[in-house]
Protein backbone atom coordinates (compact mmCIF):
# COMPACT_ATOMS: atom_id res chain seq x y z
CA UNK A 1 0.00 0.00 0.00
CA UNK A 2 2.64 2.44 1.00
CA UNK A 3 4.87 1.38 -1.94
CA UNK A 4 1.41 2.57 -4.18
CA UNK A 5 1.15 5.67 -2.41
CA UNK A 6 4.81 6.55 -2.99
CA UNK A 7 4.68 5.29 -6.85
CA UNK A 8 1.21 8.08 -7.45
CA UNK A 9 2.84 10.94 -5.54
CA UNK A 10 5.90 10.84 -7.79
CA UNK A 11 3.97 10.19 -10.80
CA UNK A 12 2.27 13.65 -9.56
CA UNK A 13 5.37 15.39 -8.32
CA UNK A 14 6.50 14.74 -11.98
CA UNK A 15 3.63 15.83 -13.62
CA UNK A 16 3.40 19.14 -12.06
CA UNK A 17 7.18 19.60 -12.67
CA UNK A 18 7.64 18.78 -16.06
CA UNK A 19 5.36 21.43 -17.58
CA UNK A 20 7.02 23.97 -15.05
CA UNK A 21 10.74 23.05 -16.35
CA UNK A 22 9.34 23.02 -19.96
CA UNK A 23 7.62 26.65 -19.25
CA UNK A 24 10.55 28.36 -18.04
CA UNK A 25 12.44 27.03 -21.15
CA UNK A 26 10.07 27.80 -23.43
CA UNK A 27 10.30 32.05 -23.07
CA UNK A 28 12.37 34.05 -20.92
CA UNK A 29 10.35 36.71 -19.11
CA UNK A 30 11.36 40.26 -19.25
CA UNK A 31 12.02 41.16 -15.42
CA UNK A 32 10.42 43.59 -13.50
CA UNK A 33 12.76 46.22 -11.82
CA UNK A 34 13.17 46.13 -7.61
CA UNK A 35 13.65 49.47 -6.22
CA UNK A 36 16.80 49.29 -4.04
CA UNK A 37 14.84 49.50 -0.58
CA UNK A 38 12.80 45.93 -1.96
CA UNK A 39 15.97 44.33 -2.50
CA UNK A 40 17.13 44.31 0.78
CA UNK A 41 13.40 42.74 1.80
CA UNK A 42 13.90 40.50 -1.37
CA UNK A 43 17.24 38.85 0.08
CA UNK A 44 15.49 38.11 3.55
CA UNK A 45 13.63 34.89 3.70
CA UNK A 46 10.16 36.09 3.61
CA UNK A 47 9.18 32.29 4.50
CA UNK A 48 10.26 32.44 8.43
CA UNK A 49 7.68 35.69 9.16
CA UNK A 50 4.45 33.51 7.51
CA UNK A 51 2.49 30.83 9.38
CA UNK A 52 -0.27 28.34 8.82
CA UNK A 53 -3.12 27.35 11.27
CA UNK A 54 -4.53 24.06 11.68
CA UNK A 55 -6.49 23.12 8.16
CA UNK A 56 -9.93 21.98 8.87
CA UNK A 57 -10.58 19.07 5.97
CA UNK A 58 -13.42 18.26 3.81
CA UNK A 59 -14.23 14.81 2.02
CA UNK A 60 -15.60 15.99 -2.44
CA UNK A 61 -15.49 13.53 -5.20
CA UNK A 62 -12.37 12.09 -4.53
CA UNK A 63 -10.49 15.02 -2.87
CA UNK A 64 -9.35 16.41 0.40
CA UNK A 65 -9.92 20.04 0.54
CA UNK A 66 -8.27 21.97 3.20
CA UNK A 67 -9.70 25.45 4.69
CA UNK A 68 -6.71 27.32 6.87
CA UNK A 69 -5.58 30.80 7.63
CA UNK A 70 -2.57 32.29 6.27
CA UNK A 71 -0.63 34.48 8.64
CA UNK A 72 1.57 37.12 7.19
CA UNK A 73 3.90 38.57 9.53
CA UNK A 74 6.11 40.29 7.28
CA UNK A 75 5.88 44.31 6.47
CA UNK A 76 5.08 43.51 2.60
CA UNK A 77 3.16 41.13 1.10
CA UNK A 78 4.25 37.73 -0.69
CA UNK A 79 3.48 35.24 -3.16
CA UNK A 80 4.09 31.72 -4.24
CA UNK A 81 3.24 30.54 -1.66
CA UNK A 82 4.17 27.04 -0.64
CA UNK A 83 2.59 24.62 1.59
CA UNK A 84 3.00 20.54 2.76
CA UNK A 85 0.58 19.11 4.17
CA UNK A 86 0.73 15.53 6.42
CA UNK A 87 -1.98 12.76 5.45
CA UNK A 88 -2.49 10.07 8.01
CA UNK A 89 -4.74 6.62 8.51
CA UNK A 90 -7.78 6.19 10.59
CA UNK A 91 -5.56 5.49 13.61
CA UNK A 92 -3.70 8.79 13.34
CA UNK A 93 -0.56 7.09 11.81
CA UNK A 94 1.20 9.28 9.15
CA UNK A 95 1.23 7.58 5.22
CA UNK A 96 2.64 10.89 3.56
CA UNK A 97 2.96 14.72 2.59
CA UNK A 98 2.26 16.26 -0.12
CA UNK A 99 3.00 19.95 -1.19
CA UNK A 100 0.87 22.17 -3.41
CA UNK A 101 1.37 26.02 -4.20
CA UNK A 102 -0.79 28.34 -3.93
CA UNK A 103 -0.11 31.15 -6.40
CA UNK A 104 -1.89 34.66 -5.27
CA UNK A 105 -0.50 37.54 -3.13
CA UNK A 106 -0.81 37.59 0.44
CA UNK A 107 -0.74 40.62 2.47
CA UNK A 108 0.59 41.34 5.45
CA UNK A 109 -2.02 39.85 8.16
CA UNK A 110 -4.13 37.15 8.27
CA UNK A 111 -5.73 35.63 5.30
CA UNK A 112 -8.72 32.75 4.95
CA UNK A 113 -7.50 30.29 2.24
CA UNK A 114 -10.25 27.84 1.32
CA UNK A 115 -10.30 24.86 -1.75
CA UNK A 116 -6.41 23.77 -1.25
CA UNK A 117 -6.88 20.51 -3.35
CA UNK A 118 -5.76 17.11 -2.32
CA UNK A 119 -6.28 13.91 -4.30
CA UNK A 120 -7.51 10.84 -2.49
CA UNK A 121 -6.67 7.52 -2.95
CA UNK A 122 -8.16 5.72 -0.09
CA UNK A 123 -11.03 6.22 1.99
CA UNK A 124 -9.10 5.47 4.52
CA UNK A 125 -6.58 8.86 4.16
CA UNK A 126 -7.42 11.80 6.64
CA UNK A 127 -6.02 15.35 6.21
CA UNK A 128 -3.43 16.39 9.38
CA UNK A 129 -1.58 19.63 9.55
CA UNK A 130 0.30 21.54 7.12
CA UNK A 131 3.44 23.82 7.12
CA UNK A 132 5.21 26.28 5.30
CA UNK A 133 7.86 25.01 2.97
CA UNK A 134 8.44 28.62 0.54
CA UNK A 135 7.06 32.26 -0.01
CA UNK A 136 8.51 34.83 -2.38
CA UNK A 137 8.58 38.68 -1.94
CA UNK A 138 5.73 39.85 -3.89
CA UNK A 139 8.04 43.06 -5.16
CA UNK A 140 10.21 40.39 -6.81
CA UNK A 141 7.52 38.89 -8.78
CA UNK A 142 8.10 38.37 -12.48
CA UNK A 143 4.99 39.46 -14.53
CA UNK A 144 4.05 36.16 -15.46
CA UNK A 145 4.54 34.40 -11.94
CA UNK A 146 1.37 34.56 -11.11
CA UNK A 147 0.06 31.92 -14.10
Known amino acids: MRALLAAIMLTLVAAAVVPAATGLLAHSPA ?56 FLDAAGNRLGTRGTAIRRIFAPGDTRVDGVEFARFSR ?13 PAASARQDDME
Open 31 to 86: RTFIPLRDLNRAQERPVENVSLSRPSWEEAAGLLVAELTLSNHNDYAVNNVIIACD
Open 124 to 136: ELRGGGCRMLSAK
